[in-house]
């Protein structure tokens, strides 16, 4: 069947490519309305995060053209990575305390999957140069700011490494203000070639130091992810290019993502079906998903005897864990989007959805401040949690206005 939009007469006026965006959000967000852009990194993470990531290399380029003249302007300056999340933003220090109202800053997500139509959420999606201005915006809370963004391609693949933006009034989406974002970026990329390089030549020369051992290739570039948390089917992210996958495949590859040195086909075949189902199951689900990796993300074919992936793939469910593990539980809670693959009956992928879950509750309930805990209320999963209910009512100040909330709450599951 498909979807229904609200009948709204500004979605009909929309240019066509804003419109397909709204209908995307529609379909990823379902309203417009209290959306708030996620905060993904704190600041040590994302001073970790920003070092490795290769638009670091461009950073020069971009702060000469675009961040330096853009001071006194009303401008803000953003770079994103490939999945729409904003690790630099700079500009006019007025304007920068406007952003961060609506939570344009540094450590958030801008993607459309998490805010909506915004030109560098649906430049990345669209893989081309975006302006978004105004009311074009899903969000009505942006709906004073303008923004033109270019997706930054990776030299030798093609592949989009994130995006540059430019975000302001009505001086953001000139036809100058676009023609001067893509110079920038290909100044950027032709930056990044040469980076590219000279890695590859000191790597040559440190080889060529070594009679034996690995090639002189420099480490990947991307950090690939699989996102399974509050969805049945995968999406995933590889050399900045998105996939979504079948529920079965993505049950593999998470299994696979987990067990970094492999697994026989006795073992992934126990971990992904329930009992009594053949190795031939197994097996060729590996075809066809080899097949799909083939075409879509070549780097990430398994590979086999035993199963296993070529590079690291890092788990959106592991990564909720490690924050918790660290104390982040804003920055945990931020990321979790709802148990992991919630039908799949896959034994492994059961025990991913029941060890995220509770180690998120048990944390929250324990360490988490009054609002961080009155955010985890509002999962589904907590809906009929009294305990947690009773916990937040106990941490709340007694003047609290957010108690009366909380006590109505309570009264309806206690009746």
């Not at 036809?175 to 893509?182: I, R």
């Not at 126990?270 to 083939?294: N, Q």
């Not at 025990?351 to 961080?372: K, T």
Request: net charge negative; hydrophobic share 40%; with cysteine.
């Amino acid at each position: 069947m498909s979807p229904t939009y609200p009948l709204l007469d500004p979605l009909e006026a929309l240019r066509p490519l804003v419109r397909d965006s709204w209908k995307r959000s529609f379909d990823a967000l379902a309203t417009t309305g209290g959306l708030e852009p996620p905060l993904i990194w704190e600041s040590r993470e994302l001073i970790e995060f920003r070092r490795d990531h290769p638009l670091s290399a461009i950073m020069p380029v971009i702060n000469k053209l675009l961040i330096e003249p853009s001071h006194d302007t009303g401008l803000l300056v953003a770079v994103g990575d490939e999945h729409g999340r904003l690790l630099w933003v700079e500009g006019d220090s007025s304007a920068r305390r406007h952003g961060e109202n609506i939570n344009f800053a540094r450590g958030a997500d801008w993607s459309e999957t998490a805010v909506g139509t915004s030109a560098p959420g649906t430049a990345l999606v669209l893989g081309k140069s975006v302006q978004i201005v105004g009311r074009e915006h899903f969000n009505p809370a942006v709906h004073s700011w303008s923004c033109t963004a270019v997706p930054v391609h990776d030299p030798d693949s093609g592949s989009v490494l994130g995006i540059v933006d430019i975000t302001g009034g009505a001086e953001a989406v000139g036809a100058n203000t676009l023609s001067l974002v893509q110079a920038t970026v290909a100044a950027a990329e032709a930056q990044l070639r040469i980076h590219r390089l000279e890695r590859q030549m000191d790597a040559g020369k440190r080889q060529g130091k070594r009679s034996h051992g690995t090639s002189g290739a420099s480490k990947p570039l991307y950090r690939d992810s699989l996102q399974i948390l509050g969805r049945d089917q995968g999406l995933l992210h590889v050399a900045g290019q998105a996939v979504i996958l079948s529920e079965r495949h993505t049950e593999i590859l998470a299994v696979l993502a987990l067990h970094p040195d492999g697994l026989s086909a006795d073992e992934l075949t126990a971990k992904v079906y329930p009992d009594g189902t053949s190795l031939t199951s197994i097996r060729a689900e590996m075809v066809r998903l080899r097949k799909l990796l083939l075409s879509a993300a070549p780097s990430l074919v398994p590979e086999s005897r035993p199963y296993r992936l070529p590079r690291p793939l890092v788990l959106d469910a592991e990564q909720v864990r490690n924050y918790l593990d660290r104390g982040a539980h804003r920055l945990a809670l931020n990321m979790y989007r709802g148990e992991a693959m919630p039908r799949s009956l896959a034994p492994a992928v059961e025990g991913i959805r029941n060890r995220v879950a509770v180690q998120l509750r048990e944390a929250i309930l324990n360490d988490a401040s009054p609002e961080v805990l009155l955010t985890y209320l509002q999962l589904s999963e907590a809906t009929d949690d009294v305990e947690a209910w009773r916990t937040a009512l106990r941490l709340l100040p007694p003047r609290s206005p957010k108690r009366a909330a909380v006590v109505a709450h309570l009264e309806d599951l206690e009746t």
